[in-house]
């Protein structure tokens, strides 16, 4: 890897691998513990029902949807400043598409305020039918993980390439690259799946998130040690690069 005289060094990784585990514990508490509490596949009118009973479960998993988005930026800048020295071009491609799809998917977020809108809105009454209100709410719930579904398209192809640059220069691990290309593989699988052929998605999921799961909690717990040999280099008495290889 050439050498950068503004390494990363431990605390920003650390930072970033703390913020990574952070972002994968509050989308695992939205989608199982909090959101996911509320919705019943395929029952309009029991979904409608939980979120209009517990509208504050369905707030704090939106809460934590928008955090888990704010703390993407740090980890984006820290993998841009760890992968630019291997190939800034293509280091800079994956963070535009991490940029693309957390915008995304912090747009897509106004489909849950819409679904709790439906359920619990005392001005809607008048202008609906309970079914009706409840099909709509539905429909929202629905759109956003069709939302959702897009935004991890931008975020597969930025696993796969920065797991190809992990993978191809040793800057970590190399068995974390490949980890991270088969998460970014089976993100993309997951999501086409999802837009193109819905009912093979619903026999992928949950499997094809294994490899998900693995690839970004092993490659944030590698960011947490701040084990990165510049960064250890930085930490050092002298702000010189160092001349060995990269770590494998």
């Not at 959702?148 to 068995?175: E, W, Y």
């Not at 998130?209 to 002298?238: D, N, Q, R, S």
Request: charged share 10%; with cysteine.
């Amino acid at each position: 890897m050439p050498a950068t005289s503004h390494p990363v060094s431990r605390h920003e990784l650390r930072l970033a691998g703390l913020c990574y585990l952070a972002i994968i514990a509050l989308g695992l508490s939205s989608e199982v513990f909090l959101r996911g509490a509320l919705v019943v596949a395929g029952d309009a009118s029991a979904t409608a029902h939980n979120i209009a009973a517990q509208p504050q479960l369905w707030r704090l998993g939106l809460a934590a949807d928008l955090l888990m988005q704010v703390l993407d930026l740090p980890v984006i800048v820290v993998l841009w400043r760890l992968l630019r020295p291997v190939n800034e071009t293509w280091a800079l491609t994956a963070t535009g598409l991490n940029l693309v799809q957390t915008a995304v998917l912090v747009a897509n977020r106004v489909q849950l305020l819409t679904a709790l809108e439906f359920a619990t809105a005392p001005g809607l009454a008048a202008a609906f039918l309970p079914g009706q209100r409840d099909a709509l709410a539905m429909l929202a719930v629905q759109l956003h993980g069709q939302g959702f579904g897009i935004g991890l398209v931008f975020f597969g192809f930025a696993c796969v390439i920065r797991g190809a640059l992990v993978a191809a220069s040793g800057v970590a691990p190399r068995v974390l690259g490949w980890l991270l290309i088969a998460a970014g593989l089976a993100y993309l699988l997951n999501s086409f799946a999802l837009l193109l052929a819905p009912t093979l998605a619903q026999w992928l999921f949950p499997a094809v998130m294994l490899p998900v799961l693995v690839g970004e909690l092993a490659f944030a717990l590698w960011l947490t040690a701040g084990k990165h040999p510049l960064a250890a280099a930085a930490a050092g008495p002298t702000s010189a690069p160092p001349t060995s290889g990269p770590t494998r």
